[in-house]
């Protein structure tokens, strides 16, 4: 009884074994970062991650896998490096330039080649079985400096092209607004003359008297705050508050001579009698 037992244990272990190496996955590579063939690689901290199928993390292999792997340059001039794991993505190492080696120098432009040995080990013990090799070439700094400036010179044209055209939108609109034709608009609308200037000043008059009103409010703050000044014995206060006053009664006279000069251009219309240049140009019919 005991020897049929042991013997039906030994078959399962047996079975089981098989089973697992039927079923287990070779080792292989299954990405990289920067890819074969990449250009552009950046020249501080050179080094190239390594993406494989199964946990590489093996302190047993860990001592026999760091010669597996050499970064060469293009001269065939191995380059110091470290292999670091990594404990959070499982399956993943980076091969990295020595930067602590006082005989590192990665150079620009040029073309650099990581060879993985076909003995490289994973956790589960199995190998990679064939050699791979990933080739990369660093950056050209001095291109991409070139690139950088021809860049930043496009750019800085190109706002100031665009900030002219927006200057000289404004302006033209700006000279639009100043200058309206009347005769021109009343023969557009149809309406008379004296109507369009009279629109023309009550316009420009809510205009001033906008910015009347903002420098008003303005001088009233200064005004407040040049009273707090005075009593806090500032020598200047009282220079700024009869300044703000004179400005006020500049803009006050401004607004009244505005005022004025629109009345007699609409006086001097009604002396000239109509200014409808429909009924004003128009032919007298024989009868």
């Keep these: 009884m005991k020897k049929t037992g042991i013997i039906l244990s030994l078959t399962i272990l047996i079975v089981l074994s098989a089973a697992s ?14 890819r074969d063939g990449y250009e552009n690689a950046a020249i501080d901290n050179f080094g190239i991650k390594l993406y494989f199928n199964q946990d590489v993390i093996n302190a047993e292999n860990e001592e026999a896998n760091k010669d597996c792997f050499v970064i060469t340059d293009d001269e065939g001039k191995e380059v110091p490096t470290m292999v670091i794991y990594s ?7 980076m091969v990295l330039a020595d930067m602590t080696d006082e005989d590192l120098q990665i ?19 199995e190998t990679l079985g064939e050699e791979q090799t990933i080739k990369v070439k660093t950056l050209d700094q001095a291109k991409a400096s ?37 005769y021109k608009v009343a023969k557009e609308t149809g309406k008379s003359v004296e109507e369009i200037v009279e629109a023309e000043n009550k316009k ?22 040049d009273e707090e000044e005075e009593e806090q014995g500032n020598p200047y206060a009282k220079h700024v508050k009869s300044r ?25 219309m009604r002396l000239k009698g109509t200014t409808n240049p429909k009924k004003s140009g128009g032919k007298k019919r024989k009868r």
């Excluded at 190496?21 to 920067?34: I, Q, R, S």
């Excluded at 404990?87 to 190492?93: F, N, Q, T, V, W």
């Excluded at 860049?151 to 665009?162: C, E, L, P």
């Design 87 to 93: 404990d959070k993505e499982e399956g993943m190492l």
């Design 21 to 34: 190496f039927c079923f287990a996955e070779p080792l292989k590579l299954e990405d990289t970062y920067p």
């Design 107 to 125: 150079k620009q432009n040029s073309e650099y080649t990581l060879t993985i040995a076909g003995d490289f080990t994973a956790a589960s013990g």
């Design 204 to 225: 420009k008059e809510k205009k001033a008297a906008a910015e009347a009103k903002k420098a008003k409010k303005e001088m009233e703050y200064e005004d407040t705050d």
């Design 146 to 182: 070139r690139i950088n400036v021809i860049m930043m010179v496009i750019m800085m044209v190109g706002m100031i092209f665009f900030g002219r055209q927006t200057d000289k939108k404004q302006e033209e609109k700006k000279k639009v607004e100043e200058k309206v034709n009347p």
């Design 244 to 268: 703000a006053r004179a400005v006020r009664a500049a803009e006050n006279s401004y607004v009244a001579k505005r005022e004025e000069e629109r009345k007699k251009q609409a006086a001097a």
